[in-house]
Nanobody, 126 residues
């Protein structure tokens, strides 16, 4: 069973940077597509960024493109989300998601991912 554990969340000021990590275990995660989603109270979980198994062709939501960078280190089974120039609207619980079934694109819908972490809180003060 795949297990995902997020870390790196916290309280920062607007304009600051933060790096989230997602550590995966329990299966051949290096061949999986991995993504970050975020969720605020009362809203659906939204796609933030995704990356293929070999690290190529990352995909970003328009709201974070140019500020966030997703990357992965398959030797450590870790996926990162570098978040720069944080805004108050970036505040949310951030979730790591993994899809093991092969697909020729990076899914942006939550239901297309099979495994989820417990989430890490990001708070941005203005």
């Amino acid at each position: 069973q795949v297990r995902l554990v997020e870390s790196g969340g916290g309280l920062v000021q607007a304009g600051d940077s933060l790096r989230l990590s997602c550590a995966a275990s329990g299966g051949p995660v290096s061949t999986s597509t991995t993504a970050w989603f975020r969720q605020t109270p009362g809203k659906e979980r939204e796609f933030v960024a995704g990356i293929t198994s070999n690290g190529g062709r990352p995909n970003y939501a328009d709201a974070v493109a140019g500020r966030f960078t997703i990357s992965r280190d398959n030797t450590k089974s870790v996926v990162y989300l570098q978040m720069n120039s944080l805004k108050s609207e970036d505040a949310a619980v951030y979730y790591c998601a993994l899809r093991r079934r092969l697909i020729d694109r990076i899914p942006i819908m939550a239901h297309e991912y099979e495994y989820w972490g417990q989430g890490t809180q990001v708070t941005v003060s203005s």
